[in-house]
């Protein structure tokens, strides 16, 4: 199996930054998605930002520009780095990694898993 565990949240001012982590843990074989994504309250889930294997990111447009997807493929670890923080960005945080894991002598099952949430804030 895998695991996610995230860290970094907190409380912010407006115009703060935070930068947020997820280490994946297990028999990891293969990773084939890395996402971030965010729940406001009263809201749904928002996908935000994705980090391609290639290096190529995609960001939704609200943190276009002032959040960074960024991801250490030998520590299994994704990171969040947001500046120019705002009341709007206020949330639950996940991390989302997709891939497969090693269950045996070559065999293998793909997994899809999210982080705990953590938790930003940032006052208005």
């Known amino acids: 199996q895998v695991q996610l565990v995230e860290s970094g949240g907190g409380l912010v001012q407006a115009g703060g930054s935070l930068t947020l982590s997820c280490v994946a843990t297990?028999?990891?074989?293969?990773?084939?998605?890395r996402n971030w994504y965010r729940q406001a309250p009263g809201k749904q889930l928002q996908l935000i930002a994705a980090?391609?294997?290639?290096?190529?990111?995609m960001y939704d447009d609200s943190v276009k520009g002032r959040f960074t997807i960024s991801g250490d493929n030998a520590k299994n670890t994704l990171y969040l780095q947001m500046t120019s923080l705002k009341p709007e960005d206020t949330a639950v945080y996940y991390c989302?990694?997709?891939?497969?894991?090693?269950?045996?002598?070559?065999?293998?099952?793909?997994?899809?898993?999210r982080g705990q949430g953590t938790q930003v804030t940032v006052p208005s």
């Open positions: 989302n990694f997709g891939g497969t894991y090693s269950i045996g002598r070559n065999d293998w099952l793909s997994f899809d898993e």
């Open positions: 297990g028999s990891i074989r293969s990773i084939t998605a």
């Open positions: 980090l391609a294997n290639g290096g190529n990111t």
